[in-house]
């Protein structure tokens, strides 16, 4: 039986997560993006997820709902159970996940690749800046930060998203779906 692929996307903030996985998603319809569930306010923009409050959330958690679920920044994620059914059917799909939960994320599909992305501090702050979300001060202690290490026993692909976005799907997608001949 085939299964579908789980495609964890990384990075730190600014880096272009949601923009690749956007990109990604419109150049292969059928990949499936999945939404979040998060204990942020419903307008807080970025990415499209569902809004919960912390005790909608606990009970989520309780129910069972989540097959991955995690804390960070001062905030809950989680990822609903149905994208199991999805792999199972073999859907390939897509999350942008915390490097602190890839490990646990590895054992959802037997096919588990984590892309890893990443830009020049620069890039960082200048994005970070354009958000206009955090101050100069905030922005600078959130590059400080020492990002969270990847496991080394996963498959990993590394791309660089400092240039044009159309180029980073493009490196992408040829690394995840390479051209058969």
């Given at each position: 039986?085939?299964?579908?692929?789980?495609?964890?996307?990384?990075?730190?903030?600014?880096?272009?997560?949601?923009?690749?996985?956007?990109?990604?998603?419109?150049?292969?319809?059928?990949?499936?993006?999945?939404?979040?569930?998060?204990?942020r306010d419903a307008d807080a923009g970025g990415e499209d997820f569902?809004?919960?409050?912390?005790?909608?959330?606990?009970?989520?958690?309780?129910?069972?709902?989540?097959?991955?679920?995690?804390?960070?920044?001062?905030?809950?994620?989680?990822?609903?159970?149905?994208?199991?059914?999805?792999?199972?059917?073999?859907?390939?799909?897509?999350?942008?996940?915390?490097?602190?939960?890839?490990?646990?994320?590895?054992?959802?599909?037997?096919?588990?690749?984590?892309?890893?992305?990443?830009?020049?501090?620069?890039?960082?702050?200048?994005?970070?800046?354009?958000?206009?979300?955090?101050?100069?001060?905030?922005?600078?202690?959130?590059?400080?930060?020492d990002a969270a290490c990847v496991p080394a026993d996963l498959n990993?692909?590394?791309?660089?998203?400092?240039?044009?976005?159309?180029?980073?799907?493009?490196?992408?997608?040829?690394?995840?779906?390479?051209?058969?001949?």
């Open positions: 039986m085939t299964h579908g692929r789980l495609i964890a996307v990384v990075g730190p903030s600014g880096v272009g997560k949601d923009s690749v996985i956007d990109g990604l998603c419109r150049v292969r319809p059928a990949l499936h993006r999945v939404r979040r569930v998060i204990t569902d809004a919960r409050s912390q005790d909608d959330f606990e009970e989520m958690v309780a129910q069972g709902l989540f097959c991955l679920d995690w804390a960070a920044h001062g905030l809950r994620y989680g990822i609903r159970s149905n994208v199991l059914t999805r792999l199972a059917r073999g859907e390939d799909c897509i999350v942008n996940l915390s490097r602190a939960v890839l490990a646990e994320a590895a054992h959802l599909a037997p096919d588990f690749v984590v892309l890893a992305l990443t830009a020049s501090p620069k890039v960082l702050q200048e994005r970070l800046a354009g958000r206009a979300r955090e101050t100069e001060a905030e922005i600078a202690a959130r590059l400080a930060r990993v692909m590394s791309v660089s998203n400092d240039g044009p976005l159309d180029d980073t799907v493009m490196r992408v997608l040829a690394g995840i779906y390479p051209a058969r001949g």
